[in-house]
């Protein structure tokens, strides 16, 4: 019986964790707005930021930043919501389906 329930608590686990990588993915992407610049300062060293340096550097845009698109934003959102919604119907399930056979398994 301690294995069923180990096994149901890993899958549990499982499908948390699964669902923490995707929104970790999904909210590092959004930092991918901000345009990234490249310099070398007077004493050779090279710098990177998000934020653009002085004027008068000599600088080299790596990435550049793209306009933000509000519809393709909520649209992804929206979809993002439902699968999250998805695993966590899908694993409520699995844990009552466990539980329902536990209780069985303790009825026999």
Request: aromatic share 8%; hydrophobic share 35%; glycine share 2%.
């Amino acid at each position: 019986m301690e294995q069923v329930k180990d096994h149901e608590h890993s899958q549990s686990q499982t499908v948390h964790w699964l669902i923490f990588i995707f929104l970790t993915v999904l909210l590092s992407t959004q930092q991918l707005d901000a345009g990234i610049y490249q310099w070398v300062d007077e004493n050779g060293v090279k710098h990177y930021s998000n934020k653009s340096p002085v004027k008068d550097r000599n600088v080299k845009i790596l990435f550049d930043e793209y306009q933000h698109d509000e519809i393709a934003h909520l649209i992804r959102v929206k979809t993002d919501q439902e699968i999250i919604d998805a695993l966590t119907e899908e694993n409520i399930k699995e844990e009552q389906q466990a539980s329902v056979e536990e209780q069985k398994k303790l009825e026999e």
